[in-house]
């Protein structure tokens, strides 16, 4: 139990720093050379944080105790960066995609209607693709990639040989994966940006403060718990739960 707990206390602390190294990111120059260089080592240090304290947790969740989780995540810590800045590639190219579709859609939305003798509007195609895309970002990647982090975690680049594919091919894992990600991305900005009608500022003032700690409470518990569900889910506790008799 001590460990988990520990293991708590380190994405509690672990998380703020990294989403305070986000927020700084986001606010720097990028108008010179130098600037620029500074700008993608903070990105890079960021990636590897995520990397690393994600990496961490699955790595303990395979099984191991805490010790053992971070001496095999300082280890395998490059091929989770290599797969953490592939994925932001792979998200890149879902974000182009989605805003390039405008285009598309009419031509789309003409051989639709050419093929079905009914007029289908372009702004159907365009909900249809979106919901496409939705599912490949929300469901069908995150069920592919966490396995494949949860096993270089623990194995490195010997873990690309298709055996985490199995968690993936399990419906049930899909929906958890679905479910876990609203609780921890879009519920949590949904309390943030929600504004209760409060006349007085000490109020409102209180509300912000209890809706942006309860939103970063179910950020932090739901991505452990997906971590958790990635990985074997049967973590060892540090001391054995019974003794031997003499």
Same mark, same amino acid.
């Given at each position: 139990?001590?460990?988990?707990?520990?293991?708590?206390?380190?994405?509690?602390?672990? @998380?703020?720093?990294?989403?305070?190294?986000?927020?700084?990111?986001?606010?720097?120059?990028?108008?010179?050379?130098?600037?620029?260089?500074?700008?993608?080592?903070?990105?890079?240090?960021?990636?590897?944080?995520?990397?690393?304290?994600?990496? #961490?947790?699955?790595?303990? #969740?395979?099984?191991? *105790?805490?010790?053992?989780?971070? @001496?095999?995540?300082?280890?395998?810590?490059?091929?989770?960066?290599?797969?953490?800045?592939?994925?932001?590639?792979?998200?890149?190219?879902?974000?182009?995609?989605?805003?390039? &579709?405008?285009?598309?859609?009419?031509?789309?939305?003409?051989?639709?209607?050419?093929?079905?003798?009914?007029?289908?509007?372009?702004?159907?195609?365009?909900?249809?693709?979106?919901?496409?895309?939705?599912?490949?970002?929300?469901?069908?990647?995150?069920?592919?990639?966490?396995?494949?982090?949860?096993?270089?975690?623990?194995?490195?680049?010997?873990?690309?040989?298709?055996? #985490?594919?199995?968690?993936?091919?399990?419906?049930?894992?899909?929906?958890?994966?679905?479910?876990?990600?609203?609780?921890?991305?879009?519920?949590? &900005?949904?309390?943030? &940006?929600?504004?209760?009608?409060?006349?007085?500022?000490?109020?409102?003032?209180?509300?912000?403060?209890?809706?942006?700690?309860?939103?970063?409470?179910?950020?932090?518990?739901?991505?452990?718990?997906?971590? #958790? &569900?990635?990985?074997?889910?049967?973590?060892?506790?540090?001391?054995? *739960? *019974?003794?031997?008799?003499?």
């Amino acid at each position: 139990m001590r460990s988990r707990i520990a293991l708590l206390i380190a994405h509690l602390v672990g @998380n703020v720093l990294l989403l305070w190294l986000g927020y700084y990111w986001l606010g720097l120059d990028e108008s010179d050379a130098g600037h620029l260089i500074w700008s993608a080592l903070v990105a890079l240090t960021l990636i590897v944080g995520i990397a690393a304290l994600h990496g #961490f947790a699955l790595a303990y #969740f395979s099984g191991l *105790t805490l010790k053992q989780a971070a @001496n095999k995540v300082a280890h395998n810590l490059l091929p989770l960066v290599v797969l953490s800045l592939l994925t932001l590639l792979l998200y890149g190219g879902l974000t182009w995609a989605s805003q390039s &579709f405008g285009k598309a859609a009419y031509v789309a939305s003409s051989s639709a209607t050419l093929a079905l003798r009914k007029p289908i509007p372009p702004s159907a195609a365009q909900r249809v693709f979106e919901a496409f895309l939705g599912l490949l970002r929300w469901v069908a990647l995150p069920s592919l990639l966490l396995p494949l982090a949860a096993a270089i975690s623990v194995e490195g680049w010997r873990a690309c040989n298709g055996r #985490f594919l199995q968690k993936s091919k399990r419906c049930l894992y899909w929906i958890q994966v679905a479910l876990l990600l609203a609780v921890a991305i879009r519920l949590p &900005f949904k309390l943030f &940006f929600w504004v209760p009608h409060i006349s007085a500022f000490s109020g409102q003032m209180a509300s912000f403060l209890l809706r942006a700690g309860l939103g970063y409470l179910l950020f932090v518990t739901a991505a452990l718990a997906l971590d #958790f &569900f990635t990985s074997s889910g049967n973590p060892r506790e540090t001391q054995p *739960t *019974t003794v031997a008799s003499p």
